[in-house]
């Protein structure tokens, strides 16, 4: 493994620690990929210096993210591994894995916490904080599923254009105020003039 391949291999386990992720599946997913062509498990495990058992429990975490892609070599019986080359697909696939895992089970509690009928006075507050909740997350993911259903160059464009996107909202809101303003002023007649 290259020196840069290196760096990029052991960065990638560090923050996948700090994103929730074993740092072993992290350093496993670096290495397959920066790596050119698909490596079987006792190719991953010599050049992380990782125990084989180590990498099987890595690719199988890999796989429940549906972030590997499995391949045979003729005459060969061993699997190998590798990422997806798409890097969109791939931040599609943990978008929706994440929020599979972690934003769903939370939209149901509140969805249920709010059904459930309450005689505790004190339960008003946590409902009402908890309807916030419930109102922002579903506004979220509906959010999220309408930006999956981008294909890939609207989805680019939309997020080159940053904050350009707020500009052309705050315009938008301008020109509607302005014209509310002059269709307001054009349904109530001009005041007499004095001596008129």
Do not use: C
Not at 174 to 183: A, F, I, N, P, T
């Amino acid at each position: 493994m290259s020196p840069l391949s290196h760096r990029f291999v052991m960065h990638f386990g560090e923050m996948g620690s700090r994103w929730g992720i074993n740092r072993t599946v992290g350093q496993i997913y670096a290495l397959l990929f920066v790596t050119e062509r698909p490596l079987h498990a006792d190719e991953i495990a010599e050049q992380l210096a990782f125990s084989r058992s180590n990498v099987s429990m890595g690719l199988k975490e890999l796989d429940g993210w549906r972030l590997l892609r499995r391949s045979y070599l003729p005459g060969d019986r061993r699997e190998y591994f590798a990422a997806p080359d798409d890097v969109w697909l791939i931040f599609r696939t943990l978008a929706e894995e994440r929020k599979k895992r972690e934003i769903d089970p939370t939209l149901t509690l509140l969805r249920d916490a709010l059904l459930e009928p309450s005689n505790d006075p004190s339960d008003g507050r946590a409902q009402q904080r908890m309807g916030e909740m419930l109102a922002m997350i579903e506004m979220l993911t509906g959010w999220f599923e309408d930006m999956r259903k981008l294909d890939q160059a609207t989805l680019t464009k939309l997020m080159k254009l940053g904050t350009g996107v707020v500009r052309l909202i705050e315009m938008k809101d301008k020109l509607v105020g302005v014209r509310g303003e002059q269709s307001a002023n054009d349904q109530v007649p001009p005041s007499p003039l004095p001596g008129a």
